[in-house]
Structures are given as structure tokens and as C-alpha cells.
Antibody
Framework: QVQLVESGGGVVQPGRSLRLSCAAS????????MNWVRQAPGKGLEWVAV????????FHADSVKGRFTISRDNSKNTLYLQMNSLRVEDTAVYYC???????????????WGLGTTVTVTS | DIQMTQSPSTLSASVGDRVTIACRAS??????LAWYQQKPGGAPKLLIY???SLESGVPSRFSGSGSGTEFSLTISSLQPDDFATYYC?????????FGGGTKVEIK
């Protein structure tokens, strides 16, 4: 079945780095754009970044621009989020989510992982 | 950036009630709007896309309407499984943005 499984979360000090991974299965990963969306404790959803299906383009939210980088390895069916210079306000559950349509851009998200928790604290 | 504003932030209703949640965009987004349902501790679930298209497997009591800047999600007869938080999201342009959410509570 179609599935996304995030990993790599944990507790980290401010200023440190962390890399999240999202393993995809059950669909042709290389034909879908992929996103990271986060949710701080008790708060709403915040889109973080998107990468096009072929990796040729990527966009990041202003709140993470210059610190976070989304990437993908289509040979491994895996999405990544490299998070540098982490701040307390980056504490959240991080979800990976698939664009609903293949090989298109600017889309909603129809498949979501269960999320991985990142806690930034001193 | 396009701002998405939902109302109300909390809604108290009973099983069988018809409920409507509003979502307003700060500029026109045509029909590039999606609705998601999220239950505590769970991931969001896509309900509606392109403002009014029902995602496969979603019960027909859910419906969406609107275009431009004004949108709504309606649940025709609220069921026990529907008590959750609902989010709208625009995909007209990057950055993608979500509304603040509407929590549907048991009255």
C-alpha cells in the first residue's frame, strides 16, 4: 500500500543540525512532488518545503530559508530535510506529504506520513 | 504570501447537525483550495481538493464550495467520527499556506 514513513527526529540543542528522512513505498516516488509540513505543539499546520518530482526545483518557507534544505534520492525512494542552525521555535512534528497529482507542480497533498518529532531545547 | 483565515476557530455541535466552516483567502486563488481533517495525534487527511472535489473514499456528507477568495466546507449530518480539527490550504502559489484550523467539538 501507499506509505510514507518519517525518521530522524529527536532532541537537539539550539544551533545544532538534524536530518530527517521519509521513506516512500507503494507508488512511483520519482513521479510525485514531495513536501515537508510541520506542526508545533498545540498549533496549526505550517508548510515547510517542496521539491518537484524530478528534483529540478525546490521552494522553502521564509521561516526556514537558508537553514533547511529539502532534497530527494529517487533511486532510494527517499525524501530528506536537512535542518541546520536549529531554533527552539523549530520544535514540531514534521510530516512528509505527497502531491496528489503526478508530474505537476503547485498541488494539494493526498498521502501523509505519521510524522517525526523534533524537539529543540537547551 | 497568501493569508488564509478560517472561522470559527471552534465550533460546538451535536451528532446530526449540519455544520459549515468558512475559509477566506487574502487574494484570489481561483479554486486551488483543499480541506483536511486532523484528529488528535494523527496526520492530516485530505477531504476536498479544487474547492469542491471529493477525495476518493471520503463520505459524501462532506462537501466544499467557493472560488476566488471565499470558501466553505459543509458536513451535512455530523457523525461521531467527524469531531476533529479542519484546515483549509491554498495551492495557488508558493509558499503554500494553511488556515489556522477549526476545531469541531461535541456540544
Amino acid at each position: 500500500q501507499v506509505q510514507l514513513v518519517e525518521s530522524g527526529g529527536g532532541v537537539v540543542q539550539p544551533g545544532r543540525s538534524l536530518r530527517l528522512s521519509c521513506a516512500a513505498s507503494g507508488f512511483t516516488f520519482s513521479t510525485y512532488g514531495m513536501n515537508w509540513v510541520r506542526q508545533a505543539p498545540g498549533k496549526g499546520l505550517e508548510w515547510v518545503a517542496v521539491i518537484w518530482y524530478d528534483g529540478t526545483n525546490r521552494f522553502h518557507a521564509d521561516s526556514v530559508k537558508g537553514r533547511f534544505t529539502i532534497s530527494r534520492d529517487n533511486s532510494k525512494n527517499t525524501l530528506y530535510l536537512q535542518m541546520n542552525s536549529l531554533r527552539v521555535e523549530d520544535t514540531a512534528v514534521y510530516y512528509c506529504a505527497r502531491d496528489r497529482r503526478q508530474q505537476l507542480v503547485l498541488d494539494n497533498m493526498d498521502v501523509w506520513g505519521l510524522g517525526t518529532t523534533v524537539t529543540v531545547t537547551s | 504570501d497568501i493569508q488564509m483565515t478560517q472561522s470559527p476557530s471552534t465550533l460546538s455541535a451535536s451528532v446530526g447537525d449540519r455544520v459549515t466552516i468558512a475559509c477566506r483567502a487574502s487574494q484570489s486563488i481561483s479554486a486551488f483550495l483543499a480541506w483536511y481533517q486532523q484528529k488528535p495525534g494523527g496526520a492530516p487527511k485530505l477531504l476536498i481538493y479544487k474547492a469542491s472535489s471529493l477525495e476518493s473514499g471520503v463520505p459524501s456528507r462532506f462537501s466544499g464550495s467557493g472560488s476566488g477568495t471565499e470558501f466553505s466546507l459543509t458536513i451535512s449530518s455530523l457523525q461521531p467520527d467527524d469531531f476533529a480539527t479542519y484546515y483549509c490550504q491554498q495551492y495557488n502559489s508558493y509558499p503554500l499556506t494553511f488556515g489556522g484550523g477549526t476545531k469541531v467539538e461535541i456540544k
